[in-house]
Each structure stands twice: as structure tokens, then as C-alpha cells.
């Protein structure tokens, strides 16, 4: 089906951390909230909108948020609580749709093409928006349009707690007048970049030769252009929790050395929430799978609050190693898998992370994309496989 024929929706709930806090204390209603580490060099998480007002927003120093509103309350988090909401609003969403997408923990993309002739999108999508915010107290916007990107962008015009249709021919007006870090995938380098061109509003955008944002971003420079003009023919990925990453290491000779076996654990760890953060994904699930030398094999796993962070993930797959290796025989195999998966920012679950750690984490993906894995890792890793390549004397490993 031609992508002028489709109707997608895109729904996200409202400063969903905040939200919920709010249903599980009725202080929090109408107050400036901060969600985030507590000590200053932490992060916030998420804020509410009577924060905004003051400038304050999410990933920003928490110290500043706090000069910025001081009168703003603090509150830790909870990401039992928030991973469980999201199931809720999920499962309301997959029982009505016929085909969504999960792009984040509180962000959907539903694929109503088709579906017009029977009832109307918008309205189906207003009923359902109706039922998310009854069956689960959570406000909610959407924004209904021909494609992914204008109904993202519908929906954050929409918010708070509301809902906007871009009708087919309209797209074009409507992101005409707005400005270019509306756009998704134009960030602060890039709009910094488009500032000091002259670029501010996305109708710029409009009237500019494809070549030349080519010329300027490379192939990025193409899908900004396609962007602003209101062309995006990216399709609704079907959501399934049962996506997994894993990896497994059988060992040439059995063994019983437990200091091998983290070893070996922290770095399949390691290994695989870099990848995580490379497709931009979190998990809600960890297990750990052993082999004896009989054979015999056991697995245990274990729900967590969405993540993607190596301090978390390796704290959990120790410990249940822990639980798991009871019979004190030599083993075969070991293994540690993640599944639950869902695409997430590494930074909405930082509430006692600092910024020195965020930055950490960034710098060391990008040289393990750059120079290979493991180039930087844990020294309890070094052990275990190849490093590639070493960067300060440029020999490989």
C-alpha cells in the first residue's frame, strides 16, 4: 500500500515518570517535579511541566535544574513502578491495534491504514486514547498523520494531554512555521550547524536544495530535507517482547574456577548491554545459563527495571550465577541473555548515575564501535577473547 494512503499514529504519555509518581501520591499534582539522581552531580531523569517553565529539562545537570527552580521536589524514581505502567498501557494498546510499534517505554506508532473504511482513524484513535487514560489514570497525547515523522511531530505540538490529525496535502504548513529542532534526528550539533547557516525555522528547510544539506551533513543531510518537507516512508516495525540478545561460551577443558567464570560472565555482560546502547534498546529481563560437565543444564532469570547500563546488568548476572551454581561440578558452558527488549534512551533510568558516568559510558561506546570490542573494558575482562586493536600505540591485540 502507497505511503499516501497510510494513517500512523504516534502516542506518548505525558512526562510519563512524573505521571506516574503522581498517581501514587496526590502532593505531587500541579507542583514542579524532578525526577533524578539526588546528590548534585546527578542527572534528571524526567521533570514536569511546572519545571519547564523555569527552563529545566531531562538529562540536565541536576544542580542546574535546581538553580533554575528551587522550589522544585525531588523525587528518586522508581522504574519497578514505571516499567509496570508501561506493560499496562502496552497491553491495552496490543488487545486494539492491529499492528504497533514500541519505540520507547512511553512512546507508541499504531498502523491504522486500512482501517478508515470502517470507522474513521481519528476517531478510533481517540477512543483508544480515551481508554489509556481511564484504565491507567495516565495522560496521554497522539498525533495522526501520513507517516511516522509528522505524526511525532503532530504529537508533540498536541501535548499536553491532547491529540492533533495533519490531514493528507497539510503537512508541508504545518511544519512550515516551526522550528528546525522540532524535526526528529536534528539535535543541538546539528541545529547548531543549521543556526550558523541561517536556519532556524523549518520552512528554511522547505525551500533549501536537498544538495546542499547533502553537501553539509552527508546522508543525513537527504533525510533532513525528506523530514521537513513531511516525506518519511519508514514503516511501523511490529513490537514483540520476545526479542533477545544472548551470548554463550563453551569452555575447551571444564572448569570450576569461579574467578574465570565471572570473568568470563562480566564480559559477555559487557559485550552485550554495548550493544543495547548501540541499537538504543533496554532490557527487562536477565538470564544466566550453566552447563556441568554432565550435561545437565539450568537457567534462571530475573525481571529488572528497563536498562542498559553495565554496572546494573553485571550485578544481576552475578548474582544470579550465584544462585544458579549449587552443585559444585565442573562446568561446560555458560551463557547470559537479555530479553524484554525495547527501544529506550540509556539515560531515562540514570537516577543516581552522575554526569561524569553518562559521559563515561558515551566515550567508551564510541571507541569500542570505532577500534572494535573490547578495546575498553573491565580489567576483570581483559582475560577473556581478543581486543582488537589498542589505541594508544595503535597495535592490534
Not at 499536553?160 to 550539533?189: H, T, Y
Not at 574467578?259 to 559487557?270: N, P, Q, R
Not at 559521559?359 to 573494558?377: F, H, P, S
Request: proline share 3%; glycine share 6%; charged share 25%.
Amino acid at each position: 500500500m502507497s505511503s499516501q494512503s497510510r494513517h500512523i499514529l504516534h502516542m506518548d504519555l505525558d512526562s510519563f515518570f512524573v505521571s506516574v509518581e503522581r498517581l501514587y501520591d496526590d502532593r505531587l499534582k500541579n507542583k514542579p517535579i524532578l525526577i533524578g539522581g539526588s546528590g548534585d552531580r546527578g542527572v534528571v531523569a524526567a521533570c514536569s511541566y511546572e519545571a519547564r517553565k523555569f527552563g529545566v529539562h531531562s538529562a540536565m545537570p541536576m544542580r542546574t535544574a535546581r538553580q533554575l527552580c528551587p522550589e522544585a521536589i525531588l523525587v528518586r524514581g522508581d522504574f519497578e513502578k514505571y516499567s509496570q505502567k508501561s506493560h499496562e498501557v502496552t497491553e491495552i494498546i496490543r488487545e486494539d491495534v492491529p499492528l504497533f510499534e514500541k519505540s520507547s517505554i512511553d512512546e507508541f506508532y499504531i498502523d491504522y491504514t486500512g482501517m478508515d473504511r470502517f470507522f474513521g482513524c481519528f476517531k478510533m484513535a481517540q477512543e483508544l486514547r480515551k481508554k489509556i487514560s481511564k484504565e491507567t489514570g495516565l495522560p496521554i497525547s497522539m498525533g495522526l498523520s501520513q507517516n511516522k515523522t509528522v505524526s511525532k511531530v503532530a504529537t508533540g505540538e498536541a501535548k499536553p494531554d491532547n491529540e492533533k490529525q495533519i490531514q493528507k496535502g497539510e503537512e508541508k504548513p504545518f511544519l512550515a512555521p516551526l522550528s528546525v529542532r522540532k524535526i526528529p534526528m536534528i539535535g543541538e550539533k546539528t541545529s547548531h550547524t543549521l543556526y550558523n547557516m541561517g536556519v532556524k525555522k523549518v520552512q528554511t528547510l522547505q525551500n533549501m536544495p536537498a544538495e546542499l544539506l547533502e553537501a553539509t551533513f552527508g546522508k543525513n543531510g537527504r533525510l533532513i530535507w525528506e523530514k521537513a518537507n513531511g516525506i518519511d516512508h519508514s514503516l511501523v516495525t511490529p513490537y514483540s517482547e520476545a526479542k533477545s540478545i544472548s551470548s554463550e561460551n563453551t569452555f575447551e577443558q571444564d572448569t570450576i574456577d569461579i574467578k574465570m567464570l565471572e570473568a568470563h560472565l562480566v564480559a559477555m555482560t559487557e559485550q552485550l548491554a554495548s550493544k543495547l546502547r548501540q541499537k538504543q534498546q533496554l532490557t527487562a529481563c536477565v538470564s544466566v545459563k550453566i552447563r556441568y560437565s554432565d550435561f545437565d543444564t539450568h537457567t534462571i532469570q530475573q525481571r529488572v527495571p528497563y536498562t542498559s547500563t553495565d554496572h546494573t546488568l553485571i550485578t544481576v548476572v552475578k548474582g544470579l550465577f550465584k544462585k544458579l551454581y549449587n552443585r559444585r561440578m565442573l562446568i561446560r558452558l555458560i551463557g547470559v541473555r537479555f530479553s524484554s527488549l525495547v527501544h529506550g534512551n540509556y539515560q531515562i533510568n540514570l537516577f543516581e548515575d552522575s554526569e561524569e558516568q553518562i559521559r563515561l559510558y558515551q566515550a567508551l561506546d564510541r571507541l569500542n564501535i570505532k577500534y572494535g570490542d573490547k578495546t575498553v573494558c573491565r580489567a576483570i575482562g581483559m582475560q577473556v577473547g581478543r581486543r582488537r586493536f589498542n589505541p594508544f600505540n595503535g597495535v592490534g591485540i
